[in-house]
């Protein structure tokens, strides 16, 4: 707990430090009078308190870049955050101003040192310091050509070594050896140095200090040791098996855990795998892996048991919607509840359409190959939804394909993962945009009238109770507002289709949780979850951008 504290209040004092050097360079209002004493008693030139200033202003923004790597207990984010304050407390000297700032950058400084056991986390298996460091060198190469090219064609009177001196000097806002004839000239000369060097520190300091992200994929082993642990408790269990993530298993191998990571989060799908008695080893081997690199642990999806066993390691719980199961023992089109489907697979059936259920093992690969193609065509994004309910790639043996067909094209298709040795979970879910409705509608029904399953997972219905509840007569103004939210946001996100789609079938509702360590970790984890299912999150266009760089 002690650790804990002081861990905050470092963070807490290195953004302030951050936010006083700012201030002492960009608000001149807020400058004290006797640093200008202190510089006059040193005889310190103006060019020097001009880079002093730069320092200062590039220093405070990397401190507060730096206050979130030292509230995950980065040791890289210490070692940066004692350099830093230590830079700054000197740049101070060179100001005119800011005795405050520079007091309080010499206190971060010596507590930052008497704290130095506290902060032990390991960088991220995959770094960026060699991209940190190509990026610096590009962008101070980029500055001091661009300014010898403009002192080149400019009219001054100066050597080849005075102007490449004049552009180096230009990066941290110090003057060369030239002089300019007119002042427009020695302005656009600084500001283009200035803004070369600011930007090659900040932007290596980004790849230094980002979260790495490194690329998972599970192995054939791992495969096949996850493939041992699936059972038919848990729907979800399947979509482990997802290539992009990572897994630890539990000391005695008979439970493990796959997560992926994004954003600095650690993110599990479901419950873990294998024998409910062994969960808790997994979980214990997987959050000493996210103490180690400083992740935020999280896992979504999980069931009641799975929510129940998370909460014992610390982890708060959060009920975020309902999953769609429905028992075809007892499924029937008959009956009035029924009208809707009944209609829509009648409809459908007399305009043509007829559907075929198979074993994806039992399809020709030509075949599987032409329906893969389809699949991504109908997709209408540009990257693949799903995660905690989403296998992300077709045709896997033991998987059932529906597809529907009209004229001798397929129209719709349906991938189902298998559900231990009674049960299906609904994968993927695709149409031809110009197909008559009712072809979902068609093929789930002809599966769950026909398939020798027990129960078929269908689509998760995010947050279903608090629609339900808005809807309610004499519902509160608290509950009509949260749904009306819902429905708002649902013109860009399926949640009251998904609903109103799943509710279609009377399936049973199974309530699914997020487990999170803390309230001020939910933005975090919201943005990975998001990410991970392909909802939104991080700009994919910037995060394209900065992977190429």
Known sequence: MAGATSVAVITWVTRLAGLLALVSVLVPAGRRTLRGHVAEWLELPHEATVGAATVALVTGVLLMLLATGLKRRKRRAWQLAVATAALLTVSHLGLRHALGAGLVSLALLIALTATRRHFIALPDPVTGRWRAVRVFLQLTVAGVAINFALLSVAPVDAGVGDRLAQSTLALIGVSGPVVFPALWLEDLSAAVGLLFGIGAVLLAAYFLLRSAEPAPELTDDEVERLRGLLEERDSLGYFALRRDKFVVFSKSGKAAVTYRVIAGVALCSADPLGDPEAWPGAIEEYLDVCRRYAWTPAAMGCSELGATVWARFGLEVLEIGDEAVVDTETFTLEGRVMRGVRQ?????????????????????????????????????????????????????????????????????????????????SLDVMRRDRTADNGVNELMISELLLTTPAQHVSLNFAAFRAVLEQGQRIGAGPVARLSARTLRFFSRWIQIETLYRFNAKFQPRWVPRYLAYPAARDLPRVGVAVFEAEGLGGRPYRLLRALQRV
Do not use: N
């Open 344 to 424: 829509a697979v009648s409809r459908t059936k007399r305009a043509g359409y007829t559907a075929r259920i198979r074993k994806a093992e039992d399809l020709p690969l030509a075949e599987l190959d032409e329906l893969r193609t389809l699949a991504a065509t109908w997709r209408g994004t540009d990257t693949e939804r799903g995660f905690s309910m989403a296998l992300g790639r077709m045709g896997d043996p033991g998987s059932i394909l529906v597809t529907t067909e009209h004229d001798g094209r397929v129209r719709g298709i349906l991938q189902f993962v298998p559900w231990g040795e009674k049960g299906l």
